[in-house]
């Protein structure tokens, strides 16, 4: 279950580069490792993470670990125990 939970957290953090055109959607569902079922949930969560990194104009990456931190929580507790947000 460890293994799932990595991979959904390696998911959310690839995708946040897809929503912002670093790389391609289908290279952050390959870095993932997960079924495109499961990578969609990632990918919305991602979404939110670029949503807040975005001011309209450009991509402010100096807060991208606390937004990260916020979407990844849930699997980070399944893991641990403990939250990182």
Known sequence: MAKENV?????????????????????AMEL????????E?????????????YDGKEHKYDQIFNHLSEEMSEYMKKISGYGIA
């Open 7 to 27: 991979q959904k957290m390696m998911g959310v953090m690839g995708s946040v580069f897809a929503h912002t055109g670093k790389i391609t959607k289908e290279d």
């Open 32 to 39: 993932s490792g997960l079924t495109p079922e499961e990578f």
């Open 41 to 53: 949930q990632v990918y919305l969560k991602a979404g939110k993470v670029a949503e807040k990194i």
